[in-house]
């Protein structure tokens, strides 16, 4: 029979995993109205990422059979299981700090190729979409998808607006741009030729990278 030390830890696991999934239905639903022109990501569900806590060496994830990713050595705080923890300390500093934290890059680095999966992008296209996303939110660059995607992705979403990282996701001016960019991506998708084509000269600036 579980002690009561690790009934209570068990309870406590279980709202943080609550609370953390609640905060990511609030943000999917804020990526679902702005892509509203490429398509409908439909409902969040859970079963779609690594919820999970880290205490010690223990990791503890729901649903136990989601998926892992690779990740990058310099971007510790991207594997899958960190989510949680980016979760509560994105909602934690965002009425001081917005969308500018490199928490709030890795939670949209993982909503947004959700999203791009369920419009029907694939792969590097996915992660490229959803790295372009998560940087032109917040302002950080990740080591995610192929460098030359999230830099065009930046270059069109700014190309007729300040560099500004305040917009509101029900703009229509920021909904028409997603949705051109998305198309670029599908033509992408459709056309390895034209991808190799358009992205072999692409100069990528990194000014913030984690």
Not at 50 to 64: F, H, Q, V
Not at 80 to 92: H, I
Not at 108 to 133: D, H, I, K, P, Q
């Amino acid at each position: 029979m579980p002690s009561l030390e690790e009934l209570v830890s068990a309870d406590e696991t279980a709202s943080e995993i609550t609370r953390a999934s609640e905060i990511a239905r609030e943000e999917w639903e804020k990526i679902r109205v702005s892509l509203a022109l490429c398509g409908d990501t439909g409902d969040f569900c859970g079963d779609d990422f690594m919820l999970g806590t880290i205490s010690g060496e223990t990791i503890t994830r729901e649903p136990l059979g989601s998926p892992t990713k690779s990740v990058s050595f310099y971007s510790p705080t991207y594997y899958p299981m960190y989510l949680v923890k980016n979760l509560r300390e994105f909602r934690e500093n965002f009425p001081e700090k917005n969308y500018r934290t490199t928490e709030a890059l890795y939670v949209y680095v993982e909503l947004a190729n959700a999203a791009a999966l369920r419009l029907g992008l694939e792969g590097t296209l996915a992660m490229g979409f959803a790295s372009g996303y998560a940087n032109v939110r917040t302002g950080w660059i990740a080591e995610k998808g192929l460098p030359e995607q999230s830099a065009i992705f930046s270059e069109m979403f700014f190309s007729d607006r300040p560099k500004k990282y305040d917009w509101d996701f029900h703009w229509t001016s920021v909904r028409r741009k997603f949705g051109e960019i998305y198309e670029k991506f599908v033509a992408w998708q459709d056309s390895p030729a034209l991808y190799l084509d358009e992205s072999k000269s692409k100069a990528v600036v990194k000014p913030f990278i984690v």
